[in-house]
């Protein structure tokens, strides 16, 4: 079974461009997240998905971040426009469904440099 | 606040030695606490969990210890191999402002096992 995928691994772009990640979740898995990890830190959630809908959204910076999932299945992460401090690793996960306890599975990130 | 504790930063032992990585929360609500490994380069996995309902549980050369009063956890490995190299992230399930319950990560633990 192919686990949580996502592109690209990496991407360096230049300060005031747009960036879009893709995040395919593990079929069947309900529940989608995104998460921010900087250098020498833990990941931070950004926003979860149940199904299609955006359940918790409180960290993800509105002014710049976007992010959807539009049939349940596959999401995209967009920044626009980007800024120095939003160089870090980028990780989708998912889960059967929102229970806490369920394993979340991460997907191998996507590295962002902003020059 | 939202906050889970980790330590020590970096620990490095002897092949065959004990490590042992220690955690606290802030949320007396907390009822799941997952721990991670993630090797340089490669996404987090989950190793080990434990519920609020239980004060130990082990796999293998891998354990987990809680304690719910002083809200603190711990992970425990004997007889480290090299593979055992790597970041471990502690995890407590916490309810946000939304009122969902979602993971706060604790800052990481390098560990380095020489053989």
């Known amino acids: 079974e192919a686990g949580v995928v996502q592109s690209p691994r990496y991407k360096i772009i230049e300060k005031k461009q747009p960036v879009a990640f893709w995040c395919n979740p593990i079929?069947?898995?309900?529940?989608l997240y995104w998460y921010l990890q900087n250098l020498g830190q833990g990941p931070e959630l950004l926003i979860r998905y149940e199904n299609e809908e955006a359940v918790d959204d409180s960290q993800l910076p509105k002014d710049r971040f976007s992010a959807e999932r539009l049939k349940g299945v596959d999401s995209t992460l967009k920044i626009q426009p980007a800024e120095l401090g939003d160089s870090a690793v980028y990780l989708c996960a998912s889960s059967l469904d929102r229970a806490a306890y369920n394993e979340q599975f991460f997907g191998p990130g996507t590295r962002l440099t902003v020059l | 606040g939202e906050n889970v504790e980790q330590h020590p930063s970096t620990l490095s032992v002897q092949e065959g030695d004990s490590a042992v990585i220690k955690c606290t929360y802030s949320d007396s609500a907390s009822n799941y606490f997952p721990w991670y490994k993630q090797e340089l380069g490669k996404r987090p996995q989950l190793i080990i969990d434990?519920?609020?309902?239980?004060g130990e549980k082990k796999d293998q050369r891998i354990a987990v210890t809680l304690n719910k009063t002083a809200k603190h956890f711990s992970l425990h490995i004997t007889e480290t191999q090299p593979e055992d190299s790597a970041v471990y992230f502690c995890?407590?399930?916490?309810?946000?402002?939304?009122?969902?319950?979602?993971?706060?990560f604790g800052t990481g633990t390098r560990l380095l096992v020489s053989p």
């Open positions: 995890a407590a399930s916490m309810f946000g402002d939304t009122g969902f319950q979602k993971l706060v």
């Open positions: 079929s069947g898995h309900n529940t």
């Open positions: 434990i519920r609020s309902n239980v």
